[in-house]
């Protein structure tokens, strides 16, 4: 998908259908890199990679958790 300002997202899937990457990019600069991992009940548990801030390309890492319900 591109957008008006010409970045172009790109999105991977697992063969279970989960997001498992996402990248952004303005021509050859990366915008946004993201990896994804979930567990057997297909509940994701981390998004991390990087994003581009004033200071270029920062890491970023987010974690999930669940309750015993899920």
Excluded: F
Aim: glycine share 10%.
């Amino acid at each position: 998908m591109t957008d008006k300002t010409e970045k172009r997202s790109e999105y991977g899937y697992d063969e279970e259908g989960n997001l498992e990457k996402l990248e952004t990019k303005q021509g050859e600069a990366v915008w946004l890199s993201l990896q994804y991992t979930y567990d057997g009940a297909r509940n994701r548990l981390k998004r991390k990679g990087k994003k581009r801030g004033s200071n270029g390309l920062e890491e970023i890492e987010t974690s999930y958790v669940y309750d015993e319900k899920n």
